[in-house]
């Protein structure tokens, strides 16, 4: 696979690429951020997000805990409730950020939980105990579904489990099996997914509205348009570029070096995301978004404000500007309200912008005509710097029958 920092970068891809900086970034401080990249087969979806697996730092759990159990916080049912002694005499453990994928072969015992085989049959020492699936184990991590629009056709019991980890922050997960107690864990684990809405059965936003609202942003992937990132992309995938890069084990080195300064770049944006807050003004900007557009879910501005401010933080500033929150709108809409509904609001958001500077919004109150639709647009040019020929054709315009 190639590596995520030698991955072409283009105009249609660029923001997958900031939101999974910014998902792995939210994650390794303990906040899930939910993410589902749509677009056109072949436009690159699944590999950026697959390539990301390089690029996670390490986490520290307690040792040999399947659960990754965080040392200073154990969730799960051998370590919780532990005291710092007992468990400094366990130990603790290094081990990269967990990135796990769900196929759409996996039974739901894999996905949850199940028995373990391998304890039960022990001859010298057969035991039942629970043997956690794919989504404990993806807990502090990432957890990745491809096509996930599929899934949510063909796997009912799937899709509800995902809407129970999805559904708060951090979720949960209940492991049960016949004769062994309930075991219900709180789960931290980001979600990725990829589709294309072009395809059987459609877009998730259709199949699964409920699955479609969890996930916090949606992005639309484009297709490149450039000739020399094309060629640049069929080089790296070339058969006799494969072995090149193969044979040269200098390459390897450099490629943990270039890994290596995406996790340090990680931990520097967490110690900041930490540290920063959204100011109260741009906290009212969206619950006056969420209220003057009838916005149904209040994920949607929980998403908002979330993404915002790790936007500021992988853009190395350390205050949230407005740009943040308008650049998080179309992808924390998009799957969530109509086309026409998004294209008022961006329009309206521009459009006030220029007029009046939108950061009047702090400490306004509120208008008895706010709610009042504005006909007419504030944003025409002034009449000297209009050439001759504009005037002839804007009196065309206005007047036809005189011409």
């Known amino acids: ?87 400094n005499r366990i130990g603790v453990e ?9 196929s759409h072969s996996a039974k739901v015992g894999t996905v ?48 509800d489990i995902l809407l129970d980890v999805m559904g708060n922050k951090p979720g949960h997960i209940q492991i049960e099996e016949a004769g062994l107690p309930v075991v219900d864990i709180p789960v931290n684990v980001s979600i990725w997914a990829a589709s294309n809405p072009d395809e059987d059965p ?12 969890r996930f916090d942003m949606v992005c639309y992937m484009g297709r490149p348009d450039s000739v020399d990132i094309l060629a640049q992309m069929l080089e ?15 390459s ?18 967490a110690n900041t995301y930490n540290n920063t807050d959204l100011p109260d003004f741009l906290r009212n900007f969206i619950a006056r978004l969420y209220i003057k557009h009838n916005i149904e879910s209040i994920r949607a501005i929980e998403a908002m404000q979330q993404g915002a401010v790790l936007h500021s933080v992988i853009s190395n500033r350390d205050k949230v500007m407005i740009n943040d929150v308008t650049s998080m709108i179309p992808l924390v809409l998009k799957h969530r ?36 639709p504005e006909y007419f647009q504030h944003n025409a040019r002034s009449l000297k710097d209009m050439s001759r020929n504009e005037l002839v054709n804007t009196e065309k315009d206005l007047t036809p029958g005189e011409y």
């Open 252 to 269: 390897q080195a450099e490629n943990e070096a270039k890994d290596n300064e995406y996790r340090q770049k990680v931990i520097k944006w």
């Open 112 to 159: 949850v939980g199940s028995i373990d085989l391998a304890k039960l049959t022990d001859p010298a020492r057969p035991e039942a105990s629970m043997l956690p699936g794919l989504i404990p184990q993806a807990h502090r991590g990432i957890l990745f579904v491809d096509e996930i629009n599929r899934l949510a056709d063909t796997s009912p019991e799937i899709t």
């Open 1 to 87: 696979m190639i590596p995520f920092y030698k991955l072409q970068r283009y105009e249609g891809n660029a923001a997958l690429f900031e939101l999974v900086m910014m998902s792995i970034v939210s994650s390794y401080v303990g906040e899930p951020l939910h993410l589902h990249a749509e677009g056109l087969r072949g436009t690159g979806k699944t590999t950026i997000m697959r390539a990301a697996k390089g690029i996670l730092p390490n986490i520290t759990r307690i040792k040999g805990c399947i659960y990754n159990c965080d040392p200073e916080d154990p969730h799960c049912p051998h370590h919780k409730g532990m005291t710092e002694e007992e468990i």
């Open 337 to 372: 309200i109509d086309g026409d509904t998004l294209i008022r609001m961006v329009n309206d958001v521009e459009s006030r912008g220029a007029r009046e500077g939108i950061l009047n919004f702090r400490g306004k109150k509120n208008k008895e005509k706010e709610s009042e």
């Open 236 to 250: 790296e995938n070339s058969h006799r570029h494969k072995i090149k890069r193969n044979q040269e084990k200098r």
């Open 94 to 102: 290094e081990i990269p950020m967990p990135f796990l994928e769900i």
């Open 202 to 213: 459609g877009p998730l936003e259709e199949i699964r509205r409920q699955l479609s609202d």
